[in-house]
């Protein structure tokens, strides 16, 4: 599967974060907790040094908790602070603000035993598109805040957003592109980001992504699919039972064709909204 990216877009928004990192002390990194490793951007390491990090593993409620809690104990290993997170519901923002207030208290408590003036502490947050950035920034701050564009170009005015005494906001998101150049098993990394639909379907063939859907929820949780369709899936290779699930549904065409296009784009809709479980693609080494 090959997945063409902008590079003049990558150029400007890496620009823009640059600048924008310059400012604040504290980093919030949102990743996608069905796939952490590969909604990551190694970029972010470099681009963050000497800032306090925290990592959000977003969107917890549609990936395996059991799952999840061992992605914890892995970034706890790398020295970063992973808090699981539901933008929609909430969930953890008691722990993101929690970290950030520690940091807050640091800071003034340096500040103080040195005789200097306390600035407040300054956070954005950051990710790959999709990954929820604008709703995790609305749920923290508890009002409708301006949304980014994905689209580089569009830029404001910065607004810094009081969320306590001593503690900022960056109101737009800094965004991060993923890493999809072919080195280092990227191209799985691009096959994850499609499914989980970080990237948008235009740019790639749906049939061809349901199948590998299928294919890899059958390694699994080869139940999602027998529980949800209500299929019987036995030796059945993908496409086989991409057809399956069509009849199950029945899409038919003229001729009583089963209607395969319809079925994958019926089953990508499906488990992008969590109707095939709590599923999580990619577990530490
Ligand atoms: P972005 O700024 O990073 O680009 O992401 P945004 O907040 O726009 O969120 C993208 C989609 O993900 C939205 O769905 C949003 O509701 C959903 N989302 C964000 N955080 C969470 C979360 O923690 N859990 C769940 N379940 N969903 C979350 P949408 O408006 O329906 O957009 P789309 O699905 O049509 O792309």
Known sequence: MDIQWYPGHMRKSRHMMRENVALVDMIIELLDAR????????????????????????KADMADGAVTAEWVEFFKRLGVDAIPTDSISGMGFGEITAAAEALTSEKRRRAKARGRIFLPVRAMIVGIPNVGKSTFINKLTGRAAAVASDRPGVTRGRQWIKLREGFELLDTPGILWPNLSKDGG?????????LTGAISDDILDTYTLGVKLIETLCVICPDSLRRRYKIEIGDAGPEEVMGLI??????????????????AVTLLDEFRAAKLGRISLETPL
Do not use: T, W
């Open 35 to 58: 796939i952490p490793m590969s909604s990551r951007n190694p970029d972010i390491d470099e681009l963050a040094e000497g800032r306090l990090r925290i990592a959000a593993l977003n």
């Open 186 to 194: 990227a191209q799985d990394a691009g096959l994850k980001l499609a």
């Open 246 to 263: 069509g009849e199950a549904r029945g899409f038919k065409l003229k001729g009583g064709v089963i209607d395969v296009n319809r079925a």
